[in-house]
């Protein structure tokens, strides 16, 4: 079948069967950053936002995501990059593949809550597991990325 | 006794007496960061072509069997189908698929596809067709019929064990390991020094520990994955998440019996390795696939493949014994080492003779040492290189030992361990003795600042021996426990990295080096080296690495080598290049080259009367110098002439609930000599990532298998990896140190944040509970039950 | 996975009949869709159906079967009425990204052993609302399911109750070993036990013994909780064995009566 997803604002077209996830159509479309880490949606790998609230793209019909707004993190390239900016400070970008969806959910975290604690923001991003860094560098980042924005 | 890599010059004398670096010891961030955070594609499978053949591979459903047939008729006939291979259509060469230097220490047990599988999960056939979804069904409808043997699985019960995993006739050592696979042995080794039983008998103090520790998995995010194709040369090109790309090139083409030269290994960003890449996975079957159909083929695992098909930790059984005088002095220690290799013996003897070589010269003053023992085959999935490399499972029973004796001598435990621990300038013969697979390296220790991070350890922690354990609540426990440990920095004379720098027109330099970027930001630091040893900006060096047809060789990532020995490559390169570029500038200036001074990217003469800056220079080189013109490039090597070991003392405070037997981790503390830390940002976090791997090893993570030997724990559903609420905090700092081998004096970060965890957590529990547990991990269940089993002999 | 057919019913109506007269699968969070289904014939899309609501009603809360658990932990009136009851039961599952999707009804309708949702529904005294208009006790339906083709409209709790969750895991994210929740109604004692590793169950004998007043000594409390664990079958998986859950069932049920009782 052929769905319309509304990808980052742009409106793409794709090809896809009906028990499609939406990871992999994503990633046909040419949406790499949309990654695949481990196939049973504990890794938080595959984040993308629908309707601005994060979700596993992988645990997702493609076909369902049709009529909402999906954004991935290339759709909000500005503020990612300043995240990155706190984030490479600290060395927690690593081998870089949690980081998209990562970055992602902490930029969706922003926009939920208000004035997190590191308790609030460790639970908030629970989902998205790492296996370099140990959190303790990305945790740094984004207070410092927070107090930041709020100054 | 002071060594220099390269020729030192007199700056580069002061810079290591005031340490006053530029660009070396502090935070840069890393070059390709804000470009992994968008998620630009970098990955294998981001690259990959779109018309690429997807390879998917037939895995057998038994612990141990024979292939009897393969009838791929069914499965030919689907449209879309290009090829099903078997063992058939291999050369049979016996190889090993462990990333290592040649000769290889691991024997040469396997073939690409065999007649025989060894393990559930193991390669029985490679399926490739023009989508995933017709190679997934082409691979349902291929018939394969077994002979089924009964599997060995209980690593206790293989040595000498009827069955024989490994019967094939061609499979060989490489040189002697101790191989001796009729008896189900990959791999022996046994050494003493003094005479171990004499002095025990004569000690008024003895303690006996053994401990199992698990399988472990390394869960990289990013899972195996590589594509080929054949370019317009007709050469074999791999892209391959792979840590060791000059390894993985020449095994393959031993296996495939390719000449090299025609065989081309490109690494690019990958996603995580720690030793779980540092082998050949996946390049043989889509080289074959190429080879076969001339096309691209790709290769991507499944999550569950990575957790049945690749490799995990060796498995162990790790017995210590111990010998003091009352006052707490050390006379002998005694480590026996079951190791369980799987299927095949990749890496089996390295990893087991580390578990000694790198934790027994930690006590280096005992009159006595043993080391010794086996590595088993079993019908389970191989093991392999993971971060640690068996001192995580030494020091395990090592470092709960030693707080056993503490306990008996009613010592502190930490004082124990500072009265019979290294100290700098001081050396151990173990070094001498036990290598890699060989003998080792006689080794003084440069730099050993374990007293400073014992000191400082303490302090962030509260320890007070008096007080290691206390309630908060009923049946709540808080406690503290503590290890040291050790790791190395490179095999010395067998790891060897070279690196490149070439002038380019606009004064910057392109640096090509072999060393393999898994993430960890080694792109970044050699760089940084690259920077500060030429006085240019970070953005003038333009890195690119590891890709066998255009960057100069080096092992790859692991041993912890790439800061130490790429590092001292990169250093001795930027060393040569100066030289190189003072006397092409001398010559034009027409003075001496001791004439001229370079500084902050200028030349001049002493009187300044001439004076020329490096980017003019790059012009002159490439367009105006008539006969003189020439690309100013050197090429550099190094192999370290030791292994010098990076320290660590960790000390953890537990919350445990004698109710469920529920352990977690308050406050994590570990203080580490990593000698000058190239990126300060970067050390730290490969030792707080090697930290909660370890807290992973010591409290949630196990490898399990059913009856028949089905790996039950095959998705991060089933085999969870600590999340970010898993811990209360893990404190890193890092202390002042130097090591004068090392570039700018670095030793290694890589591995050592990963060793101390079990260890100290055992200790831990100790404390809280009086009980010692012997099995990893300390599930709550584990420590529940020995809770209640102590209760009953109260 | 497979789907060869799928529909995006307009009605709830309409969803019923294609699932009872079709037999098509409805899908929920689809969250466990692709672990637990490899084909599906007919694939009913409920998603855009009007199903995810928490809302008041005489003296209930209604929970349409499309709230995704986020929604349970982030509602206002939830947290008013139950303090962090759902945030504390489902925090601890995967991540955001997953609450943000699996669904009440979803759960429900998978009777998962796992269920740590299930288990404090349960104790809430819980009831199913099955189209069109069948009202099931939850924790019945938890046990013995129905028989045939159904699809879940709604859940309904009461307005109010004191209760409390306690779990036991091996690491923060993972599958609950062990899940339990108690609660006071403003009438009753309820108890509830799940992941054992077999779906929540009511533990009758324990509640007898607890009465009908809001106050409990300490000693009622531990009998309840021992009669508890002797009153239930646990079993063993991958990860607990059944001696592990059953001695650790009293310290979790009294520590969940002590914490209502507080």
Partial sequence: MIITLDINGKTERAECAPGEMLTEVLRRLGHVEVKKGCDTGNCGACTVLLDGKPILSCSFLAVRAEGHAITTIQGVEHEAKEFAKFLTAEGADQCGFCAPGFALTVLAMKKELTDPSEADIRHYLAGNLCRCTGYEGQIRAIKKYLEAENA | MREYVGTPTQETRELEATRKFNIVAHNVSKVDGEGLVLGRPAYTDDLAPRDALHVKLIRSPHAFARIISIDAAEALKLPGVACVLTWKDCPRIPITRAGQGNPEPSPHDRFILDEYVRYVGDEVAVVAAEDEATAEKAASLVKVEYEVFEPVLDFEKALDNPTVIHPEPEIHEMFPIGFEPKRNIAAAYHMEIGDVEKELADCPVTVEHTVYTQSQQHVALEPHTAFSYLDLQGRLNIVTSTQNPWHTRRLLGLALQMPLSRIRIVKPRIGGGFGGKQHVHVEPYVAMVTLRTGKPAKLVLNRREVFESTFTRHEMRVSIRLGADRDGTLRAIDMKLLSNTGAYGEHALTVFMVGGSKTLPLYNKVKAVRFGGHVVYTNKVSAGAYRGYGAIQGLTGLEAAIDELAHKLGMDPVELRRKNMLHEGETSEVFRIMGEGTEGVAMTIDSCKLEECIRRGKELIGWEPDRLAWEVAPGRIRAKGMAIAMQGSGIPLIDMGSARLELQDGGFFKLHVGATDLGTGSDTILAQIAAEELGVDMKDIIIHSSDTDHTPFDVGAYASSTTYVSGSAVLKAARSMKQKLIEAVARKFGVAPEQVIYERKRFRTADGAKSLSLEEFSFDTLYHDGEHMQTIAVTESFSGEKSPPPYLAAFVEIELDRETGKVDVINYVAVADVGTPINTSLAKIQIEGGLLQGIGMALYEDVRYSEKGHMLSHSMMTYPIPSREDVGRITVELVDSYEPSGPFGAKSAGEIGIDTPPAAISNAIRNATGVRLTKLPFTPERVLMAIKEAEKHI | ?262
């Fill in chain 3, 1 to 262: 996975m497979e789907i060869q057919e799928y529909v995006r019913p307009k009605t709830l109506d309409e969803a019923y009949q294609l699932i009872v007269q079709k037999r098509g699968t409805p899908l929920g969070g689809t969250a466990w869709l692709r672990t637990y289904a490899k084909n599906l014939p007919l694939a009913i899309d409920l998603a855009g159906l009007g199903l995810e609501y928490i809302r008041e009603a005489h003296d209930s809360i209604e929970i349409g079967a499309m709230t995704t658990y986020r929604e349970l932990e982030t509602s206002m009136l939830l947290e008013s009425r139950f303090g962090p009851l759902f945030k504390k039961c489902l925090g601890h599952i995967v991540g955001v990204q997953l609450r943000n999707i699996a669904t009440v009804g979803g759960t429900v309708a998978g009777r998962y052993g796992f269920s740590d949702l299930n288990t404090t529904l349960c104790a809430l005294g819980a009831k199913v609302v099955l189209v069109p208009g069948k009202v099931i006790d939850l924790a019945e339906f938890i046990m013995g399911g129905v028989s045939g083709p159904f699809l879940i409209e709604k859940i309904i709790i009461p307005a109010y109750a004191k209760a409390s969750y306690q779990q036991m895991r091996i690491s923060a994210t993972d599958f609950p070993i062990l899940n339990v929740a108690a609660a006071w109604t403003g009438t009753e004692w309820r108890i509830a036990v799940g992941a054992r590793p077999a779906a929540s169950h009511m533990c009758p004998k324990a509640m007898a013994l607890l009465g009908h007043s809001a106050s409990l000594s300490d000693e009622t409390i531990s009998r309840a909780a021992q009669t508890a664990a002797d009153e239930l079958q646990c079993g063993s998986d991958i990860r607990a064995s059944a001696e592990y859950r059953k001695a650790i069932l009293p310290a979790l049920v009294r520590r969940a009566l002590m914490e209502v009782r507080a």
